[in-house]
């Protein structure tokens, strides 16, 4: 189950989600919609908790949807952005067919439940979306949030309420009746989060009952009232509110407005705040998906904000938790809440800087983009990778910014080409492709922006299969370059050529293609270019037969990465040698470059290099004579190679060891035997798949009188890091793995052991150490 795109493999609720009180009649309401109905809709008032529900649902019903359970996040979307972000949400960035064709066929007849979340924005643009899905999909089930219902057919609606308070008409009950309301909770909850030890008590507990019947037990509101008791007494935070949300008839005590609580409380933290961080909240909201610190000195410094001032201001917000502190392995980002950030948005507008403030972004993103591209061949290919997937929605408001209402700019062209190795390896190949190509169509000046651009598409093209949409714009590229003298262009034209050539089964042409790509980069000392085009000459040298101009040519690949610390040109190096050293029958070696290749492409979230090496794994285990692990390797990417929308995306040739693996293993195993291990393989999650296939053996051994582990090598490893009391991200930097794929994990772990915490999992792992430790252990664990 999947709930974001960059939580693909975990089951964990996303960070905001894991905080969740009540609800249990909601819970159980939603059970009953969605067995009666395939779409209901949770309505509710702004920050009343529908995406919290809807998710801690999902997670309670995963199992029942072995199609999987998917959280599509559409508040920055509208039009065809809803589809392209279903589609990524589902990983079909590599499918070249119209996006939602591609997601009705991926969905078929599985069991599938989908979470278009905050559709309010986009009634009729979701209500069509809907519409069709559920009339492509017929299993599919629909969980729409929405402050409005979509009105589409047999749409059921629930309406999320405000968390239970104490009674208004009743004497307020004791602090440990109290403390069991669920506003109350909430509130506990999040004030101990910030002030350690906080608790109802009978001092506090009028005070504590009155601010949560104030915040008509709003989550949101709860949550950032609680937070103020970081400066502010319980009782003088309860003074502010009554200041604030007093009605306008002086000294009336009735409630405010319900559908105005929302703004009092966020018109309340504003006031809060300063003057300078007001400002800096302003300029905030023209980020998306959040923003680090140098972004922040560099878009919202100036007029009125001096640079070195920001990063007090950013303190400030985030301790009047105004701006939310995140941890990432890259490091510290900020994010602003959604009806935070529209708020601060709205303030934007009224100052009269919007247009500037939109500007500044974008050059700051531009740069972004073009410094990363400048590292591409480096140690720190990596880190700007990174940093880049974080900054993933920016990037997309930046080149929105640079294509609207910017005809004959150049400014998006260049960016949307100089992103081109993000569009790659971070599984968005179609949105690139999306946006080089709009940008080549606003931007029609003949220069070597356009050049770049349209070598950069007919890459992606090739990668999508789509060889007639490649060869055209290549073309136009080598005419472009021949006119102007763009010799580095041209070198990248003869490359992408080669390939193409390579996918017609043309090796002779792809490698004089190749030649003289090679002879173009280096007369322009291009790096980058060089590696990849001798990597492509490894693959036509095997494919041909000359083994040893193979090994040559990889080899002096790998050296030159090596002597850079380049890593994703090195996997693809490795990768090339391992399918060429398998031919030669060291199947030793082969598997050996292929699993450190995958070790890389998975931390670099490359799943397209990934698959390469699963295949040439299989072709080892088939070759070894393990039909069993060949045919579930097979299997497992049958699913990649679905998502990338052609088998062997970008290296078509090698289909032919592809189709040799299969029939090997076939033979051996027979027809039956073989679809029930393929089909045992597609069961496997992406994660699960990559276990296995960087695994020496089919499974872990268990101690004597014990039932195998149903864990994954890589589960056991970090359950036993669990059980040393390491925490997500300790883990996560023991293992050098993303904080989020450990977390991911440990959701496996907890879902296959049946348990519900970490201690759980810990006095699992002591009873099987103990139990492998056990005398006639060891000699009961060998193989008989």
Request: proline share 3%.
């Amino acid at each position: 189950m999947t709930f974001t795109p960059r939580q693909r493999r975990g089951h964990g609720l996303p960070a905001e989600m894991t905080s969740f009180v009540g609800r249990r009649r909601e819970l159980a309401e939603l059970r009953t919609l969605l067995s009666r109905s395939r779409l209901v809709t949770l309505t509710g008032v702004g920050g009343v908790g529908k995406t919290r529900l809807a998710c801690r649902f999902a997670d309670e019903v995963r199992r029942a949807f072995p199609g999987g359970v998917w959280l599509v996040e559409l508040s920055e979307l509208r039009g065809d952005g809803l589809v392209q972000a279903l589609a990524d949400a589902l990983e079909l960035d590599g499918d070249a067919r119209a996006p939602l064709e591609a997601i009705v066929d991926h969905l078929g007849d599985r069991k599938t439940l989908l979470i278009l979340d905050n559709c309010e924005h986009a009634l009729n643009d979701c209500a069509e979306l809907a519409g069709e899905l559920l009339a492509g999909v017929p299993e599919l089930r629909l969980l729409v949030t929405s402050r409005q219902a979509l009105g589409v057919a047999g749409e059921q609606t629930l309406t999320v309420p405000p968390l239970p308070v104490p009674e208004r008409d009743l004497p307020v009950p004791s602090a440990s009746s109290l403390a069991e309301v669920d506003a109350v909770r909430l509130f506990v909850e999040r004030a101990a989060a910030v002030l350690p030890g906080f608790s109802v008590t009978e001092a506090n507990r009028e005070a504590v009952a009155r601010i949560c019947r104030r915040l008509d037990g709003i989550p949101l509101a709860i949550e950032l009232a609680a937070v103020r008791l970081r400066a502010l007494s319980v009782q003088q935070l309860l003074d502010r509110l009554d200041d604030r949300f007093r009605l306008l008839t002086a000294g009336s005590r009735a409630v405010p407005r319900h559908h105005r609580t929302l703004r009092s409380m966020v018109d309340w933290s504003h006031d809060l705040c300063t003057e300078p961080e007001r400002l800096l909240w302003a300029r905030a909201s023209c980020f998306s998906g959040g923003l680090d610190l140098e972004a922040a000195e560099a878009v919202c410094s100036g007029d009125g904000i001096a640079r070195e001032e920001v990063i007090g201001l950013v303190i400030g917000l985030v301790e009047k938790s105004v701006l939310l502190r995140e941890e990432h392995p890259s490091g510290v980002r900020y994010r602003l809440l959604e009806t935070i950030r529209r708020y601060g948005a709205e303030r934007l507008a009224e100052s009269g800087r919007e247009a500037e403030l939109r500007r500044r972004h974008r050059v700051h993103y531009a740069g972004l983009a073009r410094e990363a591209r400048a590292h591409l061949f480096s140690g720190s290919q990596v880190e700007w990778a990174t940093r880049l997937r974080l900054e993933h929605a920016n990037l997309r408001a930046a080149l929105r910014s640079s294509l609207d209402g910017r005809p004959g700019e150049e400014d998006g062209l260049r960016m949307a080409a100089d992103l081109l190795y993000h569009w790659k390896t971070s599984h968005h190949v179609r949105e690139g492709r999306r946006w080089l190509e709009e940008a080549l169509a606003v931007s029609t000046e003949a220069g070597e922006a356009r050049a770049r651009a349209l070598w950069g598409d007919g890459w992606l093209a090739i990668i999508q299969g789509d060889l007639p949409g490649a060869l055209v714009m290549l073309q136009e590229s080598r005419e472009l370059g021949e006119k102007l003298g763009l010799d580095a262009d041209l070198a990248y034209v003869a490359l992408y050529s080669g390939m193409a050539a390579m996918y017609q089964g043309d090796a002779e042409a792809a490698e004089k293609l190749y030649k003289e790509a090679l002879a173009g980069h280096r007369e322009c000392g291009d790096e980058a270019g060089t590696a990849l085009t001798l990597i492509r000459l490894c693959l036509v040298y095997s494919y041909l037969g000359d083994s040893e101009r193979a090994l040559r040519v990889g080899e002096e690949a790998l050296r030159m990465c090596e002597a850079r610390g380049e890593g994703w040109h090195r996997a693809y190096a490795m990768m090339a040698l391992g399918v060429e050293v398998w031919r030669r029958g060291d199947t030793l070696r082969a598997a050996l470059l292929e699993r450190e290749s995958l070790r890389f492409n998975r931390s670099l979230g490359d799943w397209l290099g990934a698959g390469v090496n699963l295949e040439v794994l299989a072709w080892v285990a088939a070759g070894a004579g393990e039909y069993e692990r060949a045919a579930r390797l097979l299997g497992a990417l049958r699913n990649i190679w679905k998502s990338a929308g052609a088998p062997l995306s970008g290296f078509g040739h090698l289909m032919i060891y592809h189709g040799e693996c299969l029939a090997t293993v076939r033979l051996a195993m027979g027809e039956a035997a073989l679809g029930a291990a393929v089909e045992r393989g597609a069961r496997l999650s992406l994660d699960e798949a990559l276990d296995y296939a960087l695994s020496d053996r089919e499974a872990a051994v268990a101690p004597a009188g014990e039932a195998p582990s149903p864990l994954t090598r890589r589960e056991t490893e970090i359950a036993q890091l669990v059980a040393r009391g390491l925490s997500n991200k300790e883990i996560a930097g023991s293992l050098v793995i993303a904080q989020r794929t450990a977390e991911g994990h440990i959701e496996h772990i907890l879902g296959k052991l049946g348990f519900h915490s970490r201690a759980q999992i810990a006095v699992w792992v002591g009873d099987r150490n103990r139990a492998a430790s056990a005398p006639g252990a060891a000699g009961a664990a060998e193989p008989g």
